[in-house]
């Protein structure tokens, strides 16, 4: 399929628009990607097709949606993690190619993810509930216990790969910060993750006697926690449109901006009502007005970028896109 008809100034001007120019631009990252970003993007794609299965489980099967025992676990877990997988693959684009560090890096990260979501799944046919399940048989204890355990080596890998970012990544502003920020909030989610869990167990051991997941009377971390998670694909998904506007890269930037302060506003109104005991929409005038200025912030960042794409449409040559990734 030809894409381009002719190159002026390191602009392609595709035969048929927007949409082949990206496709295009996929191919050749496809094509330019590491062995270990490959392996981790399969694995990736593995776990989305599983979150998509249970969907389709779930739409015929039914049930309750909010129980321990629930399809809603391999659904967001293989969806979740999938997407995780497919993100940290991508952002290894940007940094060194390190074939061996990196190797063992998403190698351990992709089997840990991969390990977690068929536990979760394999609990959820066994009609079993898979997190907390210390009280009732010993290998659901195992199991448990085993879905923690595989949460310290994808939490210590996204950290160093993190860290590394803010050492060594090139790669335009507006791309950097998103990505920078993205996995910043990404690890914030994780340390909700990490409560959420210690708290349940402190239940189980010194109060109730059962898990107890909700903080006071009503607060919920699962909703900061899930928001820190996926604020990645918020930023990373609109970093990456932004190199197909023909913006200054300052515009970029400012776009970038208020989409990372909406993530950050929501996922602080989600953790300020868990904390204080309370539901999700159980808000008052403070956290209502800065939950809604949030969701303007992030609403108003992709609608100027949706704009952008139609207004003004920028075919990157590939040396300019290639010019952010790390030899």
């Known amino acids: 399929m030809q894409i381009a008809t002719r190159k002026e100034h390191n602009v392609f001007v595709p035969k048929r628009g927007m949409l082949d120019a990206m496709w295009l631009h996929f191919q050749k990252e496809w094509q330019a990607s590491a062995g270990y970003q490959q392996f981790l993007a399969i694995v990736g794609v593995i776990m989305l097709i599983s979150g998509v299965f249970h969907v389709g489980v779930y739409l015929v099967e039914g049930g309750p949606l ?25 952002v290894m684009s940007y940094l060194p190619k390190q074939v061996r560090r990196n190797w063992w890096l998403l190698g351990i990260l992709g089997v840990a993810e991969l390990t977690t979501v068929v536990l979760v799944t394999m609990q959820q046919w066994r009609g079993a509930a898979s997190h907390f399940n210390f009280g009732t048989t010993p290998f659901n204890a195992i199991v448990a216990g085993s879905i923690i355990v595989t949460t310290i080596p994808v939490a210590t890998i996204i950290t160093l790969i993190t860290m590394q970012t803010f050492r060594q990544m090139r790669a335009s502003s507006s791309l950097l910060w998103a990505i920078r920020i993205g996995l910043v909030l990404m690890l914030v989610s994780f340390a909700f993750g990490f409560f959420n869990a210690v708290y349940a167990r402190l239940q189980f051991v ?25 604020a990645f694909q918020i930023l990373g998904v609109a970093a990456w449109l932004l190199q197909f506007v023909d913006w200054p890269e300052q515009r970029r930037f400012r776009v970038v901006g208020f989409l990372a302060g909406g993530c950050i506003g929501m996922i602080t109104v989600g953790a300020v009502q868990t904390f204080r005991g309370l539901g999700p929409l159980e808000l008052d005038l403070i956290t209502t007005v800065a939950l809604l200025l949030s969701v303007i912030a992030v609403g108003w960042g992709y609608l100027a970028l949706f704009v952008g794409l139609l207004r003004r ?10 010019n952010n990734h790390q030899s």
């Open 206 to 230: 010194y109060a109730t006697g059962l898990p107890q997941e909700l903080w006071g009377e009503a607060g919920v971390l699962k909703i900061p926690h899930g928001v820190a998670l996926h």
């Open 66 to 90: 909010a129980t321990a025992v629930s399809w809603r676990k391999p659904i967001t877990f293989g969806l979740s993690f999938g997407l995780n997988a497919l993100s940290i693959a991508w």
């Open 313 to 322: 449409p920028f075919f990157p040559a590939a040396d300019r896109l290639n």
